[in-house]
């Protein structure tokens, strides 16, 4: 069985990858028990608490993150190094998540055979 990594690294709100990501995700965790999800650069903004995205008029779908932990969904990960590039720690964050060096992120993400970026 393949392993699957999807790693977002945009900003939540200026387009609908985060969204998009977060739905294949989901659909994907009732086909595989091994996928693991990484939040790298702008991507840890969509782990963001408290975002107010209705002011633009967008969706606030951050929530949605906290169905991981129901779907089964245990290896999350956050690069501690965007974080403290962004002024942010975990206790920002909306969800629990592992936070890994970029060496760490490298090494886990070369375990899965399928890397999907959003």
């Known amino acids: ?13 200026g387009s609908a990858a985060g969204r998009e990501g977060l739905d ?12 693991a999800v990484f939040f ?3 991507g840890v903004y969509q782990l963001r608490a408290g975002q107010a995205p209705a002011a633009i008029k967008g969706r606030d779908y951050a929530p949605t993150f906290g169905l991981l932990e129901l779907y089964d969904i245990e290896r999350v990960y956050v690069c501690a ?14 969800i629990e998540a592992e936070a890994c060096d970029a060496g760490e992120l490298g090494r886990r993400l070369a375990g899965h055979d399928v890397r999907l970026t959003f």
Request: overall charge negative; charged content about 20%.
């Open 1 to 13: 069985m393949n392993k699957v990594a999807f790693i977002f690294h945009t900003p939540p709100h």
């Open 24 to 35: 294949a995700v989901l659909a994907t965790s009732a086909l595989s028990e091994e996928l």
């Open 81 to 94: 190094d965007s974080l403290a590039e962004r002024g942010l720690s975990l206790a920002d964050l909306c």
């Open 40 to 42: 790298i650069d702008d």
